[in-house]
């Protein structure tokens, strides 16, 4: 589990392309606006979420499965009871990272993901984290 500032920092150095699962399309929703900052500090953001065909103007992908391109990251605004599929399929896709927003917490699915080698963020805000570190 990363926690450490730098551990952090170098995390979101290295990211380039970030999969936002739950992204929503409606303006109150933290999942849309953490979305649309994290594109506009340059990230490549593909949104996903079935009940969408776009998001922020961008195409909404109904799973992991289905993003045509490599994915760095998975950013997860779920139901931790329904975090343990999304991490099965982010390792199935081979992503580098799981960041579980805050007030995601899943223990098993943190723990099945660095099992698999993936770098894991839980129960921590990736905006709050990229204002505080990456100045």
């Known amino acids: 589990m990363l926690t450490k500032d730098?551990?952090?920092?170098?995390l979101l150095t290295e990211t380039k392309s970030i999969a936002?699962?739950?992204?929503?399309p409606k303006p109150w929703r933290d999942s849309g606006a953490?979305?649309?900052f994290l594109y506009k500090k340059g990230y490549k953001i593909f949104p996903v979420n079935p009940q969408y065909q776009?998001?922020?103007g961008m195409k909404c992908?109904?799973?992991?499965?289905?993003?045509?391109?490599?994915?760095?990251?998975?950013?997860?605004?779920?139901?931790?009871?329904e975090v343990g599929p999304?991490?099965?399929?982010?390792?199935?896709?081979?992503?580098k990272s799981i960041w579980m927003q805050l007030g995601v917490v899943n223990e098993n699915a943190?723990?099945?993901?660095?099992r698999a080698g993936l770098s894991v963020v839980m129960d921590r805000c990736i905006s709050v984290?990229?204002?505080a570190l990456m100045h």
């Open 6 to 10: 730098e551990e952090l920092k170098k």
């Open 20 to 24: 936002v699962v739950g992204a929503s």
């Open 34 to 36: 953490i979305a649309e």
């Open 54 to 56: 776009e998001v922020l």
């Open 61 to 81: 992908y109904p799973d992991l499965k289905s993003i045509p391109e490599k994915i760095d990251m998975v950013d997860i605004f779920r139901n931790p009871n």
């Open 86 to 95: 999304v991490i099965d399929e982010a390792i199935t896709i081979g992503a």
């Open 110 to 114: 943190a723990l099945t993901a660095e």
């Open 129 to 131: 984290e990229h204002h």
